[in-house]
């Protein structure tokens, strides 16, 4: 090799490094040998997952809690295939991603279409950006714009597909050193306008969404709340984004329609909307004929039917709190009252049933044991099932992305693999994974690499022995019981299998204490408890019915 050229493989692998990349999840095949053994030589630190679609889900976490790009590689094809679902989960989760394929050699195959299906065109509808290197003199560039694509707005995934024949191309190519960009400012106009709407509301609202999870914006929502004292309400991906034991939080949209945020939302005059998009789950219809909708965001609106803002503020959501809070006025004949009694109503609703004894265990005691085990800035995993509605509704997040949840694809199997992810970058935080039981086992291969990486992680899985979220549609329909139940494992012999330490709940009062003391000891601990859902339809709907916003 000409002592000025290196392989494309080691060169893919140095423009990573300088774009700050720490961690590679991944399965590897045979066409990604060389990338791997550039990984090797390297700083950064390649985790090897029994599963692709785990690697993506913890390299999504990685982009979701640091900003920065997260990284997943697999094989092509099967493997390949196997991304697919974490890639749309970061896609539609706003989260930076990067995910890198091999590929037979393309210049020169000996092995017909053995695997071949065409994953760039596969890719195209799940990411921002998808392509082949043919070159290795391209490989700067590519990963430069693959990089700005992911992290600018609004952030998603990407996807590089490196053939093993370039990968072991010599070029004298380096990498581009990325520059940090400012986003741009709103347009004062605009703020202008929005101090105008707010001050002249009577009945104005703070909805924060994903998009406002973010150190900065933290910061200078908490100063606009400060000073105006309007009352607030967080989707379930904006959980966090403030202190939720606040006086002015009032809840979070776990439900679809019918909760008492709901009912706040529908009353006020003004929502000021920060960071939301209709890739999340909708809290309510928002169009101008009901409400005047203020959308502040990195980016213009997309305009649907249960989405149509009435002013846009566009560009740094930091900039648009801070100038929006300088210039604004307190008004007087602001009227927070209805507001003030639906927290209450809300309050009782929530805390009520917390102290129940009945086993098995029902949501509200398991949430609050939950939430009284885990320490202020701990931090809670979800999976996807029933148990995320009333952690939604009734968990109370203190510190920002302490609750991770997906509500944007919605994908079961994501709960262990972002509790790894999580505590991989919270060494000094307490973890713990909640899923359910058909969750948990979509990925429970995985178990075997938080054990390996020697992680404190304790994974409570709530168990009952079926699809509970879709068992509540099934009888909220008035169809029979069918089709959503099955068996389990006995999952205390299955975690000692895999290394790790298995306790199971066998009345109320052992979760609580079974919790702290995972949390204390250290190591992979998998608590199973029995739940009975059958609170969904008493709490969820009759009460809810019979008391919504009748105050």
């Not at 952030?155 to 741009?184: C, N, S």
């Not at 509500?407 to 994501?414: H, P, R, Y």
């Not at 995985?446 to 509540?472: A, F, H, P, S």
Request: aromatic share 6%; hydrophobic share 40%.
């Amino acid at each position: 090799m000409n002592e000025n050229k290196i392989s494309s493989a080691k060169l893919f692998i140095k423009c990573l490094e300088t774009e700050g990349i720490k961690y590679i999840f991944g399965v590897p095949g045979e066409e990604n040998l060389a990338l791997l053994d550039a990984i090797r030589e390297s700083s950064i630190q390649f985790i090897v997952t029994r599963h692709e679609q785990a690697a993506v889900f913890m390299a999504s976490t990685i982009g979701r809690l640091t900003g920065k790009t997260g990284v997943a590689l697999s094989t092509l094809g099967p493997g390949a295939t196997n991304l697919v679902t974490g890639v749309a989960y970061a896609q539609l989760g706003g989260m930076p991603l990067l995910v890198i394929t091999g590929q037979k050699p393309i210049k020169k195959s000996k092995q017909g279409q053995f695997q071949i299906i065409d994953v760039v065109r596969m890719m195209e509808p799940i990411t921002k950006m998808t392509t082949t290197i043919i070159s290795g003199d391209k490989i700067p560039s590519i990963i430069r714009e693959a990089i700005r694509l992911a992290e600018g707005e609004r952030p998603g995934a990407v996807h590089i597909e490196l053939p093993e024949d370039i990968a072991e191309e010599e070029t004298e190519m380096e990498p581009i050193i990325p520059k940090k960009l400012r986003r741009p400012a709103p347009d004062n106009k605009a703020i202008d306008e929005a101090v105008k709407i707010i001050e002249n509301a009577k009945h104005p609202i703070v909805l924060a969404a994903a998009g406002a999870n973010r150190k900065l914006i933290r910061k200078q929502l908490q100063n606009f709340i400060d000073k105006t004292k309007i009352p607030f309400i967080t989707t379930q991906m904006g959980k966090g984004v403030l202190d939720e034991s606040s006086e002015n939080y009032l809840g979070t949209t776990a439900l679809s329609s019918g909760d008492y945020a709901h009912c706040a939302l529908n009353f006020a005059d003004v929502i000021i909307v920060i960071g939301h998009d209709i890739t999340e789950k909708p809290p309510i219809i928002m169009t101008p004929d009901k409400h005047i909708i203020i959308h502040i965001n990195f980016y213009e609106a997309v305009v649907d039917t249960i989405y149509i803002p009435s002013l846009e503020v566009v560009g740094d959501i930091s900039n648009a709190l801070w100038s929006i809070t300088e210039k604004i006025k307190i008004n007087e004949n602001w009227n927070f009252a209805y507001f003030e009694k639906l927290k209450k109503y809300t309050n009782e609703h929530i805390n009520s049933k917390i102290d129940s004894n009945n086993f098995p265990l029902i949501p509200q005691r398991i949430i609050s044991d939950l939430r009284n085990a885990l320490p202020r800035d701990g931090i809670l995993a979800l999976d996807n099932g029933m148990y995320k509605i009333w952690v939604a509704r009734n968990f109370k997040a203190y510190e920002q992305n302490t609750v991770l949840l997906d509500n944007a694809l919605a994908t079961m199997g994501g709960g262990l693999p972002s509790g790894i992810a999580a505590k991989l970058l919270n060494k000094d935080k307490k973890v713990i994974v909640l899923a359910g039981d058909g969750g948990f086992m979509m990925n429970v291969a995985d178990l075997e690499t938080v054990v390996r990486l020697q992680l404190d992680l304790v994974i409570v899985i709530v168990n009952d022995n079926g699809y509970g979220m879709i068992k509540w549609k099934q009888e909220d329909m008035n169809f029979p019981n069918f089709g959503l139940s099955f068996n389990n494992p006995d999952f205390v012999k299955l975690a000692e299998s895999f290394g790790a330490k298995g306790i199971k709940i066998n009345n109320a009062n052992e979760l609580k204490p079974a919790i702290e003391k995972a949390l204390d000891n250290g190591g992979v601990y998998v608590i199973e408890c029995p739940v009975d859902y059958s609170e969904n339809k008493t709490v969820l709907g009759k009460e809810l019915q019979d008391k919504i916003c009748k105050l």
